[in-house]
């Protein structure tokens, strides 16, 4: 029997038990015995119904689920397949450029590894080699490469002393490498050379070009030295705003305790960015002792790295 006539059964089953219930109150109220004959009858139909809609019960059930599964399944094929098609087209640009990726930072690893690896046979000092590399392999990437020499170094006195620090900084132009060196040298406790590279940076301050003096000012932040802190001072009351703003930032970044009472008047400044920062930056600066930032901590150089692209 098919499902049609399932229900069709259901619909009957229900139409004869509400004219069983009909004729019975109609027998109680007459008390006939003529209507008591055909409610038999009829209890005795719905009976029949029922054990064959029993009967039928799990046959349905079984085609209901079988059918579920073959929807599922087809729906599911389906998704895969559409899944699998996707993967063939999406997945390859998408390896291939993880590959290169990888391909890369291994590259980036081993020249890094030969910078700072004394071969046999190799009487090259690691500044040599850096020198070198650089001046075969310019740009922004392999400076940040030797940079993270230096840093690796930092604690190697025996594979880049003291004097080693010097003429690389002396003999290098980039601004990041030389700050990089300096760092390093102040955190062996020599400032010299960082207070050299702040002072040297102070003349693009007095630029009447505001752009020049933001750029300035960036790059003092990075230093994380208190010197730094004593040069953006000035640069709170500057007319331009920007420039106010990126002083206020620098000296966050290399000030202490005792640079609060600069920035106490921009508290109430009318510009609300001012105004905030200036907040922020006293909230931070007080957490810091005067002896804060006088000399520069690994933690400081690992922060200001140039990063490896």
Known sequence: MNILGNSKISLLLAALLGAGISYGLFGVMVGDSAHQQKILSLEHKVAELEALLAQQAPTLHSKRVLTGNLVGQS????????????????????????????????????????LLTLA?????????????????????????????????????RDNLPDYALDTLYHQQTNTDLKRVTAQVLSMRGDNRLLEKQITDMQAGLRSENPADRQKV????????????????????????????????????????QTHIGFVESLVNHPDASVSWLANDVINTLQNLSDRARTRITQADIAAELPPIM
């Open 120 to 156: 046999y046979g190799d009487p090259r000092s690691f500044v040599e080699k850096v020198q070198e590399f650089l001046a075969q392999n310019p740009g922004r990437e392999n400076i940040a490469i030797a940079s993270k020499g230096v840093y690796d170094l930092a604690e190697n």
């Open 75 to 114: 729906l599911a094929s389906s998704t895969n397949s559409a899944m699998g098609a996707a993967g063939k087209n999406d997945l390859s640009p998408t390896a291939s450029t993880e590959g290169e990726a990888d391909s890369a930072a291994v590259n980036h690893e081993q020249i890094l590894k030969d």
């Open 217 to 256: 000012l960036v790059e003092l932040a990075k230093t994380r030295y208190v010197s730094a802190a004593n040069a953006v001072v000035p640069l709170l009351q500057d007319e331009d705003i920007g420039v106010k703003l990126d002083a206020l930032l620098a000296l966050r970044s290399t000030g202490n």
